[in-house]
């Protein structure tokens, strides 16, 4: 395979239900060059064999196994950040639905922009058939902020000010080397916002 462009990292624990809908739609992406990385967290139902299965028919798939159930999604990132090759790194979630196209965007934008980190908005979907968007821009635009306190400021602007897209990692393309330059780890205890430290610190050691 030519050179990764992206490595997309996921945990994963009993998603059995949406794991495929998930999987279809990560590598249906119109950005082939891409690994995905699948940790799996001992889930007791079907997903390390639906893994296995997709992992059969793409290449591009490596599935990896926590050494112990975790109840982390740190855990499950960090060890698929040791193996990630991409020149960028995105950390999914089984329950994530993408569009086809998300990852050409973002490796076209952060190429284009030479940046570090690339943040885009997103639809949560809600059991109760709610619905919540974090827009950063109108649709087809890009904004680029530099320096460490700008960054931070734009930040905290974003959705109205609420800190949603600070604190999450699955809406940000990284480039692999940021992480690795400033030695940045996932934390694996914490269970409740547990993303927010890893990002945080992403976008502070970001120069752009």
Aim: net charge negative.
């Amino acid at each position: 395979m030519a050179m990764c462009k992206v490595s997309v990292i996921v945990p994963f624990w009993n998603v059995e239900g949406f794991f495929s809908i998930f999987l279809d739609s990560v590598l249906g992406q119109t950005l082939y060059n891409i690994e995905v990385i699948l940790v799996d967290d001992h889930s007791s139902d079907a997903s390390y064999a639906i893994a296995r299965e997709y992992q059969k028919k793409d290449s591009r798939i490596i599935l990896l196994q926590n050494p112990c159930h975790s109840g982390s999604g740190g855990m499950g990132r960090q060890k698929g950040m040791e193996v990630a090759k991409g020149e960028y790194v995105i950390f999914w979630d089984a329950d994530d639905f993408v569009d086809s196209d998300t990852l050409r965007q973002l490796y076209e934008c952060a190429e284009k922009q030479r940046a570090d980190v690339v943040t885009f908005g997103y639809k949560c979907f809600y059991d109760d058939s709610t619905l919540s968007l974090c827009t950063v821009e109108k649709k087809g635009e890009e904004i680029s902020a530099t320096g460490r306190d700008t960054l931070i400021n734009y930040y905290a602007t974003l959705d109205q000010g609420k800190p949603f897209c600070l604190g999450i990692l699955w809406n940000k393309l990284i480039r692999r080397s940021l992480i690795a330059d400033y030695s940045i780890v996932h934390p694996s205890g914490a269970v409740r916002m547990q993303e927010l430290p890893f990002s945080v610190a992403c976008i502070i050691h970001a120069k752009k």
